[in-house]
């Protein structure tokens, strides 16, 4: 039963993986559809969706690590480029939480402006993105180089403003 268990949860991370690398053409598509709500989806300023606060469990040492790197145009730009090949389809264009693939997760990647997202430092958010959530489709992002995902933690924050 265990051993069962263990397999399709390599299963689904496999499938979703797969979904992110085929670049899921048609089921973006299909979101992106401008009926769906685009229009006024501007000058919205607060989370579209509640949430329950969560412990994503970063240890305090992680957590009050200073971000080294400066939010310039350079670092934002790069944050951008990667959060767009590597994270939009689940996390959402504007980091709502609302990508293709985010939107048929359980649990679901929740809105960045969130108070509880809002609240995490550069360090947890940094922890997060290294280390992935246990127990949903949150990977860990080992393979981006340190310095990437920190250009990324700068890239979310813009989310926030
Ligand atoms: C396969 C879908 C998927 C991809 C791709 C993905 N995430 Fe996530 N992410 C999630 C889910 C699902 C959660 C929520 C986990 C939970 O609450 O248990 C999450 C949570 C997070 C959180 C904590 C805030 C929240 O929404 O709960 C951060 C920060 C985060 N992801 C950053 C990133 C970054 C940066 C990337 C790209 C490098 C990325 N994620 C790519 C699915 C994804």
Redesign the pocket.
Known sequence: MRKHHVTWSVLAAFM?VGL?LSGCAGVSKASEDPGAGSADSEGVEEPTVEVEP?D?GVPADDANIINPIAADDGSLQRGEE??SS??V???GEEGR?DGS??AI?D????D?RAEH?KE?SDGE?FY??THG?E?????A?TF?EEEDRWH?VNY?RTFQE
């Open positions: 979703i992110l969560k994503y990667i959060y590597s994270c389809k689940c996390h939480g693939v985010g997760l649990p679901k990647p929740v960045f997202v995490l958010l997060i993105t959530v127990g949903s489709g949150m990977l992002f981006f990324l979310m």
